[in-house]
């Protein structure tokens, strides 16, 4: 069942970057549909929060979708090359933003090895943001995407895992190093023991 917009309109940024682990991104692109099941996430909670790009309530052009309220799709483009994947949540006005981080395969597997020039399954296909955006077909023109709409090209679903606490691993975010005592924040979680999460840091 595709997720409702309530489910992304809550407050808790933090709590939603838990509740994606488990729920499966869809896309329907180029007449191909492809599944993986979110395996990693990182919340960005603005305007606090000094990682966040819109840390002080920063409005530009790139981080206006930041303020709409939750439920569309950001993305934008790391190093000139990655294009990352982010699911804007909360109320209009209040930039939050879960970056998803690392997908498990689940549907058309030879279409992700080709979208990332891959040979065989590994752990790489998906594992890393640049990584799942590339194998999905998502790109920077997508931002703005609703991802509740019916007729929406990407979307989430809840497909009824339970995912206990306790299989939930917090730590640091990656590359957020000049982001002062906010690096330090422990919001980046993974699903234990997946082999296609990112590396730890």
Not at 66 to 87: P, S
Not at 92 to 112: F, S
Not at 125 to 152: C, F, N, R, W, Y
Request: charged share 25%; hydrophobic share 40%; glycine share 8%.
């Amino acid at each position: 069942m595709r997720l409702e917009k309530a489910f992304y309109l809550r407050d808790d940024v933090v709590q939603i970057s838990k509740d994606l682990l488990g729920k499966y991104l869809v896309t329907d692109l180029e007449g191909i549909r492809a599944v993986g099941r979110i395996v990693e996430t990182e919340a960005y909670r603005g305007p606090e929060d000094k990682a966040s790009h819109a840390y002080g309530n920063r409005l530009t052009p790139r981080t206006q979708v930041m303020f709409e309220a939750g439920g569309l799709a950001y993305v934008y483009l790391c190093y000139g090359i990655h294009h990352l994947f982010n699911v804007v949540t909360g109320a209009e006005g209040q930039p939050h933003a879960v970056l998803i981080r690392a997908l498990e395969p689940v549907e058309a597997l030879d279409t992700m090895l080709l979208r990332r020039d891959m040979k065989a399954m590994k752990p790489r296909l998906t594992a890393g943001p640049g990584s799942l955006s590339k194998a999905m077909g998502i790109q920077t023109a997508h931002t703005g995407t609703s991802l509740v709409d019916p007729e929406s090209p990407i979307w989430i679903e809840d497909r009824g895992d339970h995912l206990p606490a306790s299989d939930i691993l917090a730590g640091p975010r990656v590359g957020v190093d000049y982001a002062g005592e906010c690096a330090l924040w422990e919001w980046r979680f993974r699903i234990k023991n997946s082999t296609w999460t990112s590396l730890p840091r």
